[in-house]
């Protein structure tokens, strides 16, 4: 079952070949074409083991784990790029790390030190180096996981765990635009709980909503605060940014919220492009008049997955609110992709070199 364990990984002795009818990189979309090979290592309470190569058909899940019976798993979303010069890059893993840390501490899973994290997840991109498309045309989406492995049953800190990285290719994303219903009944997360970790419980806790909002005719949800109904939170799965009277606006992280790497990126992009930006509460009234009084930009999404989504219009028991396109969405859009793809020179820091 395991091909190489360390200190003799050697990802030219495991190469994932592509198959003769694998899809150009336009038609790969996101998340349909796994990567064959895990790159994986298990906490017995001590510490972690050596990382290892395995068959993805071998990895095994135990029933019984904390894992798959009570949610103690956390996750991360995180892409790797080809460059023009042919090189590949991961795009800011170390703040990719801090943020896989805080969840796996919020859930009492054993964190995963930065020389085991760069490793694992630089050894999964030269193992799967085959399936990252050209330059300009796609990534290679890496999934590092950590979960409880034990088998038994009962709610307990386990003891063992295991952390692993998958990877899937992705088309680039195109600029899509969406129009978003306001959910005024469920809640994604609530001060005090898990909405500022990344674990699976907060996407299955969003699926209802997601699924609402789809079957008032609408593309995707927007949550709103938990105490009120008034406040903007999260856009689907993405962090949420509306423009308005010139002043580029996006929800606080009050605990409730995923501290995005996007969302940091473009917060600093948008500040040296000269935008005045704060991190403040968005109220959905403040959304109407705004849009009433002409003060109202843009609004967008963004995440790992979609890059930025432009948001055309916000529905909810009060009405729809239209949303204008200034052209900024699809501006910082642009320099994102450049800084990701390394085509701009700026923010070299971000990309950690394959």
């Not at 003769?20 to 349909?32: C, N, S, T, V």
């Not at 038994?152 to 680039?172: C, E, F, I, M, W």
Request: aromatic content about 6%.
């Amino acid at each position: 079952m395991t091909l190489i364990t360390e200190p003799n990984l050697d990802p030219e002795l495991v190469r994932a070949a592509l198959p003769a009818d694998w899809p150009a990189p336009e038609a790969l979309g996101f998340g349909q074409h796994l990567g064959p090979y895990l790159i994986t290592a298990d906490h017995d309470g001590s510490g972690w083991s050596a990382a290892r190569i395995l068959r993805r058909d071998d990895a095994r899940l135990a029933i019984a784990s904390g894992g798959l019976q009570y949610g103690l798993s956390v996750f991360e979303g995180m892409k790797a790029y080809r460059a023009p010069d042919g090189g590949i890059h991961l795009f800011r893993p170390q703040m990719h790390l801090r943020r896989l840390q805080a969840s796996a501490a919020r859930l009492h899973l054993p964190p995963v030190d930065e020389a085991l994290f760069l490793r694992s997840c630089m050894l999964a991109v030269r193992v799967h180096e085959a399936m990252l498309p050209p330059a300009g045309r796609g990534a290679l989406y890496l999934r590092p996981t950590i979960h409880a492995d034990e088998e038994a049953l009962g709610l307990k800190q386990a003891a063992r765990h295991r952390y692993s990285v998958t990877v899937t290719p992705g088309s680039d994303p195109q600029l899509k635009s969406l129009r978003m219903w306001a959910e005024d009944e469920l809640i994604r997360a609530a001060p005090g709980g898990l909405g500022a970790a990344k674990t699976g419980a907060n996407y299955a806790a969003g699926l209802s909503g997601l699924l609402r909002a789809r079957e008032r005719g609408y593309d995707d949800v927007i949550w709103l605060d938990a105490a009120t109904h008034r406040w903007l939170g999260e856009a689907g799965t993405m962090n949420l940014f509306v423009q308005i009277g010139g002043r580029l606006l996006t929800p606080p992280l009050d605990g409730t919220i995923l501290a995005g790497v996007t969302r940091d990126s473009l917060l600093q992009l948008a500040r040296k492009e000269g935008l005045e930006v704060a991190e403040q509460g968005i109220g959905l009234g403040q959304l109407r008049t705004a849009a009433t009084s002409g003060t109202l930009g843009c609004a967008f999404g963004c995440g790992t997955a979609s890059r930025i989504v432009r948001i055309q219009g916000v529905g909810s028991v009060h009405g729809e609110i239209a949303i204008p396109d200034n052209g900024l969405p699809e501006r910082l859009s642009e320099r994102l992709k450049a800084v990701q793809e390394g085509t701009a020179k700026e923010h070299a820091d971000w990309r950690v070199a394959c």
